[in-house]
């Protein structure tokens, strides 16, 4: 990666204090995201993926805490931010696909209202009305036809598919210099996946840094350019895609990569 990256993170750790104990589920975690690339956060169940990019964007609630470590956008420490500047940051320079759209999404806004909050936040003077065609775009983009229809509707008139693909156009209306895609194509056929895939390589093309969490390696394979591999809150292995994919240094690594080996 020749550029500065846009996202650095540095020491981060995030621990969960429970009944039972600690549980380090972020734990001193050093990752580079760069401007117009897919970094892919990729680890079994457990390992730390979500916690990690909820760090980031400082949402972590309890009994988690981020107990150490910087978080680096565009050369401010987000660590050091108040809650009123983080409000600021989110969405407009750094924007989040959550794994779970139906419980991200608020039940009484229609998606037009969804889309509209995803810009209007940062952009007071923007108007509902000059937005419309632009959604409409964005909603086809990411396979969602009969883009009138959904505009109206609410989220629980909609799948959990297509609600995880109104979040995908969320993040794409920000235009942030971060996307964090939490598992975007996770409950979604093999065509709506491909677009989705399709919109990320899109994006990057036009120079979102872009973080794709996913437990599929192929996806990664077909995506990223860069890849993180998690195990117990801790980077085990790292580096550009290709490097990864033809030596993979670490038994886990393998272990992940046993199912795309099985298909070549
Ligand atoms: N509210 C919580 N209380 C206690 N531990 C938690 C809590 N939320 C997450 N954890 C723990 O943090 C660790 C990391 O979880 P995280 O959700 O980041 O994993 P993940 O890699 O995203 O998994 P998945 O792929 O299944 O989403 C896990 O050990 C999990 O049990």
């Not at 550029?3 to 104990?21: A, C, D, M």
């Not at 956060?41 to 309890?62: H, P, T």
């Not at 109104?166 to 996770?186: F, K, W």
Request: with cysteine; proline share 4%; hydrophobic share 40%.
């Amino acid at each position: 990666m020749s550029e500065t990256p846009v996202l650095q993170i540095r020491s981060l750790k995030t621990y969960f204090y429970t009944k039972n104990g600690v549980v380090k589920a972020v734990d001193g975690v050093d990752l580079d995201v760069g401007k117009g690339r897919i970094t892919a956060l990729v680890g079994g169940s457990g390992s730390g993926k979500s916690m990690l990019s909820m760090s980031v964007m400082n949402l972590v609630e309890k009994p988690g805490r981020i107990i150490d470590g910087q978080v680096w956008l565009n050369g401010r420490d987000l660590r050091t931010l108040s809650e009123k500047e983080l409000k600021d940051v989110r969405g407009k320079e750094i924007a989040m696909i959550f794994q779970e759209p139906t419980s991200a999404m608020n039940p009484v806004l229609k998606v037009k209202n969804h889309l509209f909050e995803a810009v209007h936040t940062h952009d007071k003077k923007l108007r509902m009305r000059d937005k419309l065609d632009e959604f409409r775009d964005v909603l086809l983009r990411v396979g969602l036809g009969n883009p009138d229809k959904i505009l109206e509707s609410y989220p629980f008139e909609l799948s959990g598919g297509m609600c995880q693909r109104v979040m995908v156009a969320m993040g794409i209306v920000t235009n942030a210099s971060v996307l964090i895609a939490d598992e975007p194509t996770s409950s979604l056929d093999l065509t709506t996946q491909a677009a989705i895939l399709e919109e990320l390589l899109r994006l990057k093309d036009a120079g979102m840094a872009i973080v794709l969490i996913t437990h599929d390696l192929g996806v990664v394979a077909q995506t990223a350019d860069d890849m993180y591999v998690i195990k117990d809150g801790k980077v085990i292995e790292s580096g550009p895609v290709c490097d990864v994919f033809a030596s993979p240094q670490q038994a886990y690594t393998k272990f992940l990569m046993e199912p795309i080996a099985l298909l070549r």
